[in-house]
């Protein structure tokens, strides 16, 4: 968050006041900005602010915004691999880094259609992920003190590998299989 007492550019104003009218609520917009709920509010108000919204055509004001922008961005991506590494989920870390609800989806959806930077992130993500569920297993090997909060979380955070209870997903893999199996051995009796 902005030390009190500091200037917050113009430029970073009107993208904190766009990305709010474009629907973001005020939490989330400062939470995004790093700034006080208090300050969104008085910047949508603020006539020097709308005038700059108004009159934002020009080349440098643009490469402020774009400046501001991809700083914003390295620091977002930054607390979501924070929170993949730390056990959430894709989804928790995005909400968490003030990205709303749905940013996973658009990821897969940008990454669908071949965009270079999404397929990118995407690996950086499952990268991510890999290197929190080693840790862990490095908490458990270790037998480090709370070593089984680090098994609990394996466990319900990597059901497939780590749960030793049947899942929906495990016990329908497992009926398939044995359909598969049963349908199988009738067409090899079929055959013979």
Known sequence: MARSGTSTPMAAKVAAVRQHLA??????????????????TKWREDPRVLDAMATDSGAEFAAEVASLDDAREGAEQGRVLDGVRAGLTVERAAMCAGLGRGAS???HEAAATGEADAVAWLRRLDEAEAVG???LLERIAGGEPGWQGAAWILARRFVDRWSDKPTAATTD????NAGLMTALAALTEAVR
Do not use: Q
């Open 23 to 40: 629907g973001d609520n005020v939490t989330a917009t400062a939470r995004a900005h790093g700034v006080s709920r208090g300050s969104i």
């Open 105 to 107: 989806a658009r990821w």
């Open 133 to 135: 569920e080693a840790a």
């Open 173 to 176: 893999r497992a009926a398939a």
